[in-house]
């Protein structure tokens, strides 16, 4: 069964440092996201992206904040400049149709970012 | 960002019996919604969605209800099984965003 896959499992990056944090979608969607979680809190969104470009930010993916999809296959994730309060898991999603009924995102193992 | 909530951190039910997780929103405009489960260290795995058009969808042993008059709704598990034991997510999307909005998770046990 098709799945989104993360790389690495685990980032330990110091404060001020850039990080990318990659995944690779299910190989026929078109909608990519990043969703975050801090400890103990909830899920939540970060970005959507969809035909190269960001379809929809959350006011967390601020200018530090960037994706990209530099080939047919990766979408990434760049902070520029890493802060404490970065530190969370960071899950990649895909889905394939948006709308007609089909909302499903599935999502990666996720990239658990530690900054000190 | 209180738009869907699970008022129960936590919920253990004994193996073969019913589980039933709960969820409410407030935003009028999420016409989808979804249950996730979540393991340790995993991300959350989709388990069955229902569209607002609809009050109950069912697959296999799991059960959805929406209760929109009341923006409410409910994940049924029958019967329970210890691999059941779990973090459940509740999430709601509408049509004109992408963007899902997560409850804060209800932890189940299943006790053999």
């Known amino acids: 069964e098709p799945e989104v896959t993360q790389t690495p499992s685990h980032q330990v990056t110091q404060m001020g440092q850039e990080v990318i944090l990659r995944c690779v979608p299910i190989s026929n969607h078109l909608y990519f996201y990043w969703y975050r979680q801090i400890l103990g809190q909830k899920v939540e969104f970060l970005v959507s992206?969809?035909?190269?470009?960001?379809?929809?930010k959350s006011e967390i993916f601020d200018d530090q904040f960037s994706v990209e999809r530099p080939d047919g296959s990766n979408f990434t994730l760049k902070i520029r400049s890493t802060k404490l309060e970065d530190s969370a898991m960071y899950f990649c999603?895909?889905?394939?149709?948006?709308?007609?009924?089909?909302?499903?995102?599935?999502f990666g193992p996720g990239t658990r970012l530690t900054v000190t | 960002d209180q738009q869907v909530k699970q008022n129960s951190p936590s919920l253990s039910v004994q193996e073969g019996r019913i589980s039933i997780l709960n969820c409410d929103y407030t935003?009028?405009?999420?016409?989808?919604f979804l249950w996730y489960k979540k393991y340790p260290a995993e991300g959350p795995t989709f388990l069955i969605s229902i569209s607002s058009i609809k009050d109950k969808n069912e697959d296999g042993r799991f059960t959805v209800f929406l209760n929109k008059s009341a923006k409410h709704l409910s994940l049924h598990i029958v019967p329970s099984q210890p691999g059941d034991s779990a973090v459940y997510f509740c999430?709601?999307?509408?049509?004109?965003?992408?963007?899902?909005?997560f409850g804060q998770g209800t932890t189940l046990q299943v006790k053999p």
């Open positions: 999603a895909s889905s394939n149709l948006r709308g007609r009924g089909s909302y499903e995102q599935y």
């Open positions: 999430a709601a999307i509408s049509s004109n965003t992408g963007k899902l909005i």
């Open positions: 935003n009028s405009m999420f016409d989808y």
């Open positions: 992206f969809y035909n190269n470009e960001i379809s929809e």
